[in-house]
């Protein structure tokens, strides 16, 4: 008796990994035919009967970002930052960056590039968008010193020259830290699964 419902129960949970499957299928034709809100729903009900499928959550998250939903978006990927596929690790990480780029949170868009960056450091997109980020960084902060008009607050403009000087500088050593020590190792996957 304690056998049939032992093998009960692995019949079950297949026949539930396999809706799963089939869900998050469906739910990548309707992300490549662009229906995005159709390929949310899916995901969605994967996401119901598997809840700990980050491949699910992933493209829940890429959908949800399509939306313009990029709060909720990086809910998600941040729960798929702490699973073990270190590809979907750094994708999740990469568009963590870019949805907090969409919102104008520079400085939240640089720490999830340079967090994709740690895991993958052959990522040149991640690079791309982490070097734009930075100067539109430093573009804010020189406007923002021009609208002061030098009132005495803060810091002096060749302080700031120098701060982001030393930042540069910083992030040019720990980006030529992570390509050494990312020799030898494969290069990521594709964004979306």
């Not at 002096?156 to 980006?175: F, G």
Request: hydrophobic residues 30%; charged residues 30%; proline residues 2%.
């Amino acid at each position: 008796m304690k056998k049939l419902a032992v093998v009960a129960c692995l019949f079950a949970l297949k026949a539930g990994a396999q809706s799963s499957k089939a869900y998050t299928s469906r739910g990548n034709e309707f992300y490549l035919q662009l229906k995005f809100n159709l390929a949310e729903d899916q995901y969605r009900q994967a996401l119901n009967l598997e809840p700990r499928n980050n491949e699910a959550k992933y493209n829940l998250a890429n959908a949800l970002m399509q939306q313009k939903k990029f709060r909720e978006a990086i809910e998600f990927y941040t729960e798929v930052t702490s699973g073990e596929n270190k590809n979907l690790r750094a994708a999740a990480h990469y568009n963590i960056g870019v949805s907090y780029s969409k919102q104008k949170d520079l400085p939240a868009s640089i720490e999830a590039y340079k967090a994709a960056l740690r895991i993958n450091p052959e990522d040149k997109e991640a690079r791309e968008n982490l070097q734009k980020a930075l100067q539109e960084q430093k573009k804010q902060q020189e406007d923002q010193k021009k609208n002061q008009g030098g009132g005495g607050g803060g810091m002096s403009q060749k302080e700031a020259e120098n701060k982001l000087k030393q930042l540069q500088d910083k992030e040019r050593d720990l980006q030529q830290r992570m390509q050494n020590a990312g020799k030898g190792k494969g290069t990521g996957g594709s964004r979306d699964w």
